[in-house]
DNA sequence: CGAATGTGCAATAAAATGGTTGCACGTTGG
DNA sequence: CCAACGTGCAACCATTTTATTGCACATTCG
């Protein structure tokens, strides 16, 4: 999921859905790439679960899903809580050494 | 930075040294690739801001620096608050139609 | 109906990525 | 001192990723 929202054209992507559904077309208008490269990016967030589709009529529409979200968000902090703890034994032990 | 943790070799990397300060070598042990390709993995993550560098004596020391994951954080955090929004004025919206 | 629109699929090309080997160089400890 | 250890650097290879082009298919609207 990291990777998926690793490239700079995802990321874009991921922020732009924030206002709701657009379809791939639309997504396409704003960026540098062809609408096939956009697909292809969609694929790639849809597979790390960050956002999901639905047809409607001959569009295609797309939209967060922001559940997976929260727990890469989980990751961060218990890494940051890790090292937190890290850092406090660090302290201890160099105050205990004194 | 997104992309320095999306991949699983570097996140273990960062997993590991919550625990403090390690060497290359030392790193290297439990991995499957050699000490080299963990010597790129730690510059890429050193790019990304998330670790530093010491050197002690004919040692390497890298060490975690968590401020970056802490404004990751408050990305996953930013997007997700946008994404609250948007679903509760489609659901205005719809409520507004009926 | 037929043209425009929105999309899907396949082949391919270019670039980035992850990994390796081989060797050189500084540091440390007996 | 010198052998072992920890590291740096460069060349190179394989795979994956990113993006393109070309064409086909379905849907909508005048």
Redesign the pocket.
């Known amino acids: 999921m990291f ?1 998926a929202l ?2 700079p ?2 990321l874009r992507l991921v922020t732009r859905l924030c206002g709701g559904p657009l ?4 997504l ?1 208008e704003d960026e ?6 956009i ?3 969609l694929e ?1 967030l849809s597979l790390a679960g960050l956002v999901r ?1 639905t047809r409607a ?5 797309w939209e967060l899903q922001p559940k997976r979200l929260e727990t890469a968000r989980r990751t961060l902090e218990h890494i940051s809580a890790q090292w937190d703890d890290a850092l406090r034994r660090l302290a201890e032990y160099i105050e205990e050494k004194e």
């Open positions: 990777a690793g490239d054209t995802r379809s791939i077309t639309v396409s540098p790439v062809t609408r096939q490269a697909t292809k990016h790639a589709d009529g001959r569009e295609r529409l």
